[in-house]
């Protein structure tokens, strides 16, 4: 496997030979000062180039970069509209195990950077042409501390949804009832972590995407809490998996509300775990 100084002198020797590409840019974990370091990090790199069409054109231009397993190039792509504003990106995972996402950016976009989310060191810019931006931070990823509003919708929807799990449950509707466990319940459970996370911490670290970093700061009993809430492929899993989430979300709210001065909606607990357990009954009979 390349080392990460042989990717950057590779990704920096094909800047310096295009006369198109007039500066470089890291961005993403690589640039983040408290992301763990790892084999599998990405080169979240951007070329601000004078014109996009002539790379575009030319498939194999970025062969030099190494032989590839698989590429996806998202702008090009049928399924996903293009998103970037303009830019144009190719995701590239190589045989020796690297990844580059290499996003090619026309050089309007220059005044943008450092103003998406603080994560940016300047790699190359020929012309100086780049604004002068602040040591990276991983600040706008911090978890933000919740209005008393938006603590009591989470809660709401929380409890809500959870009605659809046990119907769908006792209609035998497994895959109905694993989507809105996982696709509503889930977020709601891991937003209330988030914030508890935050409470605990002052507001002052990121959890990560997916809550890849949520681990480190719970303790192990509720970390166990937690992967129980993932159900196996049966109904009486899911089941389990249901309550387990809604015991741990009630834990995690009651502390939230405690530490942020809100009010855990207690009546409405209650009454919906009443009558999820009551809908359980109904399927054993």
């Not at 920096?12 to 006369?19: C, G, N, Y």
């Not at 601000?48 to 590429?71: A, K, N």
């Not at 706008?140 to 938006?150: C, E, G, I, L, N």
């Not at 889930?186 to 002052?204: H, I, K, N, Y």
Request: charged letters at 30%; aromatic letters at 12%; proline letters at 5%.
């Amino acid at each position: 496997m390349r080392t990460e100084q042989e990717m950057k002198q590779l990704i920096l020797d094909v800047a310096m030979k295009d006369e198109r590409v007039r500066a470089v840019t890291l961005e993403g974990s690589r640039a983040n000062p408290n992301a763990p370091k790892d084999r599998f990090q990405d080169f979240d790199v951007v070329y601000f180039v004078t014109e996009l069409d002539s790379f575009i054109r030319d498939p194999h231009w970025i062969d030099v970069f190494g032989e590839r397993i698989i590429m996806q190039m998202p702008e090009a792509m049928a399924m996903f509209p293009p998103e970037l504003g303009g830019r144009f990106s190719y995701l590239m995972l190589f045989t020796d195990g690297n990844r580059i996402d290499l996003t090619l950016a026309p050089l309007d976009k220059v005044a943008e950077l450092g103003q998406e989310d603080g994560l940016n060191v300047v790699w190359l810019d020929k012309d100086g042409i780049l604004p002068e931006i602040p040591p990276p931070t991983d600040e706008a990823y911090w978890v933000k501390r919740p209005s008393a509003a938006y603590y009591a919708d989470c809660c709401n929807e929380f409890w809500w949804v959870s009605t659809y799990v046990a119907k769908g449950l006792w209609r035998r509707e497994l895959l109905y009832a694993q989507d809105h466990l996982n696709r509503i319940m889930r977020p709601m459970q891991m937003c209330m972590l988030e914030w508890m996370v935050g409470a605990r911490t002052d507001f002052s670290v990121s959890t990560g995407k997916s809550g890849k970093y949520m681990e480190k700061y719970l303790t192990a009993d509720e970390w166990q809490a937690l992967l129980s809430t993932y159900a196996e492929g049966t109904y009486d899993g899911v089941w389990d998996a249901l309550f387990a989430m809604t015991r741990l979300f009630r834990r995690t709210a009651k502390e939230v509300a405690e530490r942020l001065g809100f009010v855990y909606p207690e009546e409405d607990d209650r009454r919906v775990t009443a009558y999820l357990q009551s809908v359980r009954e109904l399927q054993r009979d």
